[in-house]
């Protein structure tokens, strides 16, 4: 949902927004499986052609030159696994995101569409392994939307040529959309992105017009973390998909910013709006469970609850991470999953 903390590895929807609270305080087909080997790096298309390269990029850490167009790329977190996913690139090689476990939804269509079976996947609960990046031999190496670049780079570099952001505060501002054409800059695809985007420009925009009833009703998106109840739809929060599709902040909103954003349960009114959205990522960790907050005497006199316009965002199968973190693959996914609990929030069902 906002621009301000994109984790180094979405690893799930917990340790997401674990890291959500440390920084911030706060959308297909189908084909065979293939040697992943085979199909790692393989471009879908609007690639730039040979005489494109070489392509000399300014970081925060000195100059990227990538010599020709890159075939095997690296990725150093999920959200840069994503980039290349919706560029139509298989990673020769991703840190494990999920765990071992299963990977979401909307990662595992676009590994069907381009014919992959799987990802081969690196160990990162203790950070990247170079290591393992470097017995893939990439030809270049992505790192967009990591947080530990700064410690990173100076053994990156000699693997492969590291494409990253220009400043070190960008870790934290930089769009999907601006971390999608920096990359495609470096891969020769910068059309690609440019069909990407317009391609999720066009997803939100089709889906606010399929929903009038959205254009201006008032929302409240809270998350519970293991400390606070917290009001994440602060006032400096970025729009995000929420307002792309027709909703606007409180009045309340004001009062909050991403430093002072806890709701104490003697204050729950604040949570008031036409729609209150809620999740719960840390389940058993968080502060109180669903149906606590539920059975709260205050939460249940709230106007937005008696009236049936509250809804919470599913944590277990990713959607409150994608929501705190869109990106260019996981977009056009949000809005498909997003906007029917919107609809029945609204419509009070």
């Excluded at 017009?209 to 400096?236: I, N, R």
Aim: one cysteine or more; hydrophobic letters at 45%.
């Amino acid at each position: 949902m906002n621009r301000l903390a994109r984790p180094a590895a979405r690893r799930s929807a917990v340790r997401t927004l674990i890291a959500a609270a440390a920084a911030a305080t706060l959308l297909v087909g189908c084909g065979g499986a293939k040697d992943d080997k085979a199909d790692a790096g393989k471009p879908s298309g609007g690639a730039a052609p040979a005489a494109a390269f070489p392509v000399t990029l300014t970081n925060a850490w000195g100059k990227t030159e990538v010599e020709k167009k890159p075939l095997k790329v690296a990725t150093v977190s999920d959200g840069d696994t994503s980039i290349a996913l919706a560029l139509g690139l298989v990673p020769v090689i991703t840190p494990d995101a999920e765990d071992g476990g299963p990977i979401p939804e909307y990662k595992q269509r676009a590994l069907t569409k381009l014919g992959a079976g799987k990802l081969k996947t690196y160990d990162d609960t203790d950070g990247t392994d170079f290591e393992a990046i470097a017995a893939e031999a990439p030809d270049v190496i992505l790192g967009m939307n990591t947080w530990s670049m700064d410690t990173d780079y100076a053994k990156l570099a000699p693997i492969a040529p590291v494409v990253t952001y220009s400043d070190k505060k960008h870790a934290d501002t930089l769009t999907w959309q601006e971390r999608l054409k920096n990359a495609a800059k470096a891969l020769g695809m910068t059309a690609e992105a440019d069909k990407v985007i317009a391609a999720n420009g066009k997803a939100i925009a089709d889906a606010a017009a399929a929903h009038p009833e959205f254009k201006g009703k008032t929302y409240t998106y809270a998350v519970v973390h293991p400390e606070q109840l917290t009001f994440m739809s602060h006032a400096d929060q970025d729009p995000g998909i929420f307002e792309q599709i027709g909703l606007k902040k409180t009045a309340k909103a004001t009062a909050y910013t991403a430093d002072k954003n806890s709701v104490s349960l003697e204050n729950l009114d604040e949570l008031e709006a036409d729609v209150l959205l809620m999740t719960y990522p840390f389940g058993d960790n968080g502060l109180l469970s669903a149906s606590e907050l539920e059975s709260n005497k205050l939460f249940q006199s709230l106007t937005v609850v008696k009236g049936k316009h509250y809804a919470v965002i599913p944590a277990e199968n990713t959607l409150s991470s994608a929501v705190a973190y869109p990106d260019a693959l996981n977009f056009p996914w949000v809005i498909e999953k997003l906007t029917p609990i919107l609809a029945k929030a609204v419509a009070g069902k």
